[in-house]
């Protein structure tokens, strides 16, 4: 038995761990009490790295899809010079935008994974970058293009008094800082602690989930209102000059245009429109206004449901008004503990709409987003009938046939490819359409360093960790499948890296010898505060310095945050006319993060299985009655797209009207009739926002009704 300290990479909190190893086996993985961030916490999602170590639905070796539709294992050298070929073949003849990425969040915490990806991408010439975060909370990649950034971002939660919160579940979820002033590891605890030392906590969110437990205010909207709420809330705001003059005086424009846009949402209409009472709406503005710190974010909720690029702008002027950023003198806390790229001083980085040049996507007007183009324009990017049409995708841990809308369309269209590799440890919906399937080293058999997430502690911190088993043979880093399809391709391989969405230059790569795991990490950090030989004495991880201010500016360079762009104003006048349609359906779905798993991940688990034989559908109490249901029954749930099927769990957190279920669970066959895959339920044509063409994925109309299925059941058992 030997214990080893490592960090978790199931999700972006990445709490530190101990893992217990006997032989080649995990016996257990425990919080490791001596991390500086994550202090002894481990989530139930977290454990279940465990069976999947110890081979439980693993791929031990490549596939290669065979002429009858199976699959059989090959070596992935082999694998990756077929893989090559064909790829150098493709773009000969079709050029280099035949060929693409798709990254997902998978393989986000290695390292050197993403960097490398890109890196290879470039190398094709091609600027197919697609990924999971265009399906889910681009809202906020519009959103900075549209407003401009704060340089210095949101306060940690420790340094505020008033934290309004939307369409986001941290003590669940773990999705926190700097997205939002919450705490990923151990969310509650510190959400508790701050309450107690005075901070007040607003909730916005149609279930009263396990955060909203802790608000002091709870605003229990209807799915898709939030724009609808924060544009009354900034009408009250503004109307009881609430706001932060100074701030919107020095880094604020268009106030006047935004006053102007929100003047008929008056606290009666947003009631009627959100199902939140009036008095709560004063209440929750004044709360926020009046705090002497404040800032509000949200989570994929409010960037999933209807207008979510407005709802995401809307929520993000409250900061701009109240001057909901960390401001001069108040503490950085972290600039990112290896990189150290988060700017210390007061200023707006102004907007920049990068999608109005450069690429455009051929199927529809579309540009590029920080790099990446619309994932849900993806199978029609493959089915276009144009010659130059994307005919190679390469997935890194990602799985698109769960993730995308439709799944008939999506699948139809990675179906199509000429080739289509997925690299993954699991045997995804994905991977059972592809032609190569490449298995990676899971993450306690790999040496890793904090790479990506460099600047989402709320600490300057770095942690490296040593591999605790033996990877099956022949297996490879993900980075490494990259950087061999970079030298068998033959193409130039100029090495980028750095946290996520950033892009560090670190020159050309020699493809002559491939280096080990710890040279690439030395080079990626070459000029860096922290590179791995800082860390390697260092086995909890080590926080750097907390000692950053902010600076004021010395002089004003000009640029301010545009609360109003005219297509801003544009939308908030068509958001207010519209009107409520019947629709013949009697709930909305609403997206949910499950417990013990990571979007399509785990839910083979024997443990998750044997909870969970299909996918829970959450719904009131009341309106499980009045469906004539009753709980554990399933049930069929169509929508104007799709039908699912799911277990119905009573929850009295629910509102009425409001039905929750997770993401990516089940099959992507569209014939399956028994699929939980709640993409199933999403539309790729209609109700898409602008510009990042994102669908609507939560506050989806459904009906709920007794399954056909199990109906027949319970006749055939009683008769
Ligand atoms: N209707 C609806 N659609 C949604 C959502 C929703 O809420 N509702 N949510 C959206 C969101 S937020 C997301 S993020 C996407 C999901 O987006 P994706 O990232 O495309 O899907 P995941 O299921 O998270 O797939 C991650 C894969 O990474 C693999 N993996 C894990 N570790 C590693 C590793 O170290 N290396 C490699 N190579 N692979 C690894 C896992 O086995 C898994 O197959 O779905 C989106 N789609
Ligand atoms: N346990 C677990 N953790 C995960 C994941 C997982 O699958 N399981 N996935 C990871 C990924 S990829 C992501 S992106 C993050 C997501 O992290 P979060 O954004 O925190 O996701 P959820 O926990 O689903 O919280 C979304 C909340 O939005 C609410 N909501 C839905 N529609 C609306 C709406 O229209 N308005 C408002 N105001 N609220 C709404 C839902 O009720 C829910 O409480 O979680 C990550 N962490
Ligand atoms: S919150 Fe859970 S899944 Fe995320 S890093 Fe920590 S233990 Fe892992
Ligand atoms: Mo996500």
Redesign the pocket.
């Known amino acids: 038995m030997a214990v080893h300290k490592s960090y978790c990479?199931n999700c972006s909190a990445s709490c530190g761990v101990e893992v217990e190893v006997d032989g080649n086996r995990i016996v257990a993985i425990r919080g490791d009490s001596d991390h500086p961030i994550s202090r002894g916490y481990i989530c139930n999602k977290g454990q279940s790295s465990r069976e999947l170590h110890n081979g439980e639905d693993r791929l031990l070796a490549a596939q290669k899809l065979q002429p009858d539709g199976r699959y059989a294992p090959i070596e992935s050298m082999a694998a990756l010079e077929e893989v090559a070929d064909r790829l150098r073949a493709l773009i000969e003849t079709h050029g280099p935008r035949a060929v693409g990425l798709y990254y997902?969040?998978?393989?986000c915490?290695?390292g050197l994974?993403y960097g490398m990806a890109r890196t290879w991408l470039s190398g094709c010439g091609s600027p197919e970058h697609y990924s999971?975060f265009t399906?889910?909370q681009s809202a906020k990649w519009i959103c900075l293009s549209r407003m401009g950034q704060f340089a210095t971002g949101k306060p940690f939660i420790d340094d505020l008094d008033v934290m309004l919160i939307a369409g986001i579940n941290p003590v669940i979820s773990h999705l926190g800082f700097p997205i939002s002033p919450m705490p990923m590891a151990d969310s509650m605890r510190r959400i508790k602690r701050s309450r107690e030392r005075g901070a007040e906590l607003i909730v916005v969110d149609p279930r009263r989930t396990e955060t909203a437990r802790q608000a002091d205010l709870f605003l229990q909207i209807l799915p898709g209102e939030d724009a609808v709420l924060f544009a009354a809330m900034i009408r009250l705001i503004l109307d009881r000059r609430l706001e932060n003059t100074s701030f919107c005086s020095r880094f604020v424009t268009s106030i006047d245009k935004l006053r102007e846009a929100v003047d008929d949402f008056t606290p009666d209409l947003a009631a009627a429109r959100t199902g939140v009472d009036a008095d709560l709406i004063l209440a929750a503005a004044e709360m926020f206004a009046t705090a002497p710190r404040q800032s509000a974010s949200s989570g994929?909720g409010t960037n999933?449901s209807a207008h979510s690029n407005l709802a995401e702008h809307l929520l993000e002027c409250l900061n701009a008004l109240c001057g909901g950023y960390r401001r001069a003198g108040d503490p950085m806390r972290a600039t990112g503990g290896i990189f150290d790229l988060v700017p210390t001083t007061e200023t707006v980085i102004p907007p920049n709409r990068g999608w109005e040049s450069g690429p455009q996507l051929r199927s529809v007007d579309a540009g590029l987003l920080n790099g990446e183009f619309p994932t849900s324009r993806l199978p029609d990017e493959i089915l276009h009938s144009g010659e130059d049409r994307l005919r190679a995708l390469v997935v890194?841990?990602?799985?698109?046939a769960?993730?995308?809308?439709d799944p008939a369309r999506t699948s139809a269209a990675l179906k199509l490819l000429e080739l289509l590799v997925v690299?993954?440890?699991?045997m995804?919906e994905t991977a059972r359409m592809a032609h190569y399937v490449i298995p990676?080293k899971?993450?306690y058999e790999r040496q890793d360093l904090t790479i990506t997430q460099d600047n989402w502690f709320p600490y300057d911190f770095a942690q490296f960790s040593d591999a605790s088993l033996t990877p099956p043979a022949g297996m490879l880093d993900?980075w490494e499948v990259f950087w061999e399809l970079g030298r068998l391709m033959q193409i130039p391989m100029e090495f980028r890296t750095g946290p996520y969405g950033v892009s560090i230059y670190r020159g050309p790569l020699d493809m002559t010898v491939r280096p080990s795991t710890l040279e690439m990490l030395r080079l990626a950090c070459r000029d860096s505060r922290l590179g791995p030989d800082d860390l390697i004495d260092h086995p909890s991880g080590r926080v750097v310095s907390e000692g950053h201010n902010v600076a004021a500016a010395e002089h004003d360079d000009g640029h301010r945050l545009d609360v109003c762009p005219s297509d801003v104003f544009d939308e908030i006048r068509v958001l207010r006319g519209e009107v409520a349609r019947e629709t013949g359906y009697r709930y909305r779905l609403t997206?949910r993060r499950a417990v013990s798993v990571?979007?399509?991940?785990f839910q083979n688990a024997a443990r998750v299985v044997a909870r969970h034989p299909i996918a829970p559908v959450f719904m009131h109490p009341d309106d499980v009655a009045n469906e004539l249901l009753a709980n554990g029954e399933r049930v069929e749930i169509p929508s104007p797209s799709g039908c699912v099927v799911a277990r119905v769990t009573e929850d009295a957190g629910m509102r009425r009207g409001v039905v929750s279920m997770p993401?990516?669970w089940g099959t992507a066959d569209p014939n399956d009739g028994e699929t939980s895959l709640?993409?199933a339920?999403?539309s790729l044509d209609d109700g898409l926002e602008a510009i990042n063409f994102m669908p609507i994925?939560?506050g989806i109309h459904v009906n709920v009704v007794r399954s056909r299925r199990g109906a027949a059941a319970e006749a055939s058992a009683t008769s």
């Open positions: 990479r997902g969040t998978g393989a915490f290695n994974s999971s399906v889910d994929t999933m890194s841990g990602g799985n698109p769960s993730a995308i809308g690299i993954d440890p699991r995804t990676t899971l993450p993900d997206t990571v979007n399509s991940s993401p990516c709640t993409t339920l999403v994925q939560s």
